[in-house]
T-cell receptor, first 113, second 112 residues
Framework: DTGVSQDPRHKITKRGQNVTFRCDPI?????LYWYRQTLGQGPEFLTY????????KSRLLSDRFSAERPKGSFSTLEIQRTEQGDSAMYLC???????????FGEGSRLTVL | GENVEQHPSTLSVQEGDSAVIKCTYS??????FPWYKQELGKRPQLIID?????GEKKDQRIAVTLNKTAKHFSLHITETQPEDSAVYFC???????????FGGGTRLMVKP
């Protein structure tokens, strides 16, 4: 399978705990995006990387959220001190810079109790 | 930043009828407008897209139209089938060309 893969697919955690999600993009894509989707809503942009550089971050993104893409390949999204409002599907997507088409992973569903 | 509004939020049609979903965007410099289909529990998948240098694009039963002056674009599905039932999202590529802003989605239900 050469698509975008995310891990874990589901995560249940208690409020205050830290969680980390991993995304492996399509290998030839240089852009990687993180989106958040809550039930009944469209994906909401969080941040994106071009190669290893984090070029943009949503103003809505709390300081508790951090993302990395250390070698320009896979990426991690960490949420510290989780809150119930962080419960959502976290979608990763990748693209080739010149086309704009995003290829999404299956998502990582976070439930904060 | 870009703002995308999508209507209706739900749409129910009879099998064989047509369905139309409309979106408006705010950034006049946006130049790429994709449509994604998301089935329950699945990832969003691109079904059709249009760039600002054309006004209409068609692919079998689906078509997209773009009116740059009015800053709106629409998805048209003809001869709907039950397997078309899903949530559809429109999106617009921001001025900086860096990320897609999505509409709120339309839940399409095709009744057999």
């Amino acid at each position: 399978d050469t698509g975008v893969s995310q891990d874990p697919r589901h995560k249940i955690t208690k409020r205050g705990q830290n969680v980390t999600f991993r995304c492996d993009p399509i290998s030839e894509h240089n852009r990687l995006y993180w989106y958040r989707q809550t039930l009944g809503q469209g994906p909401e942009f969080l941040t994106y990387f071009q190669n290893e550089a984090q070029l943009e971050k949503s103003r809505l993104l709390s300081d508790r959220f951090s993302a990395e893409r250390p070698k320009g390949s896979f990426s991690t999204l960490e949420i510290q001190r989780t809150e119930q409002g962080d419960s959502a599907m976290y979608l990763c997507a990748s693209s080739w810079q010149t086309t704009g088409e995003l290829f999404f992973g299956e998502g990582s569903r976070l439930t904060v109790l | 930043g870009e703002n995308v509004e999508q209507h209706p939020s739900t749409l129910s049609v009879q099998e064989g009828d047509s369905a139309v979903i409309k979106c408006t965007y705010s950034d006049s410099a946006s130049n790429y407008f994709p449509w994604y289909k998301q089935e329950l529990g699945k990832r969003p998948q691109l079904i059709i897209d249009i760039r600002s240098n054309v006004g209409e694009k068609k692919d079998q039963r689906i078509a997209v139209t773009l009116n740059k002056t009015a800053k709106h674009f629409s998805l048209h599905i003809t001869e709907t089938q039950p397997e078309d039932s899903a949530v559809y999202f429109c999106a617009a590529l921001s001025n900086a060309g860096n990320m897609l802003t999505f509409g709120g989605g339309t839940r399409l239900m095709v009744k057999p």
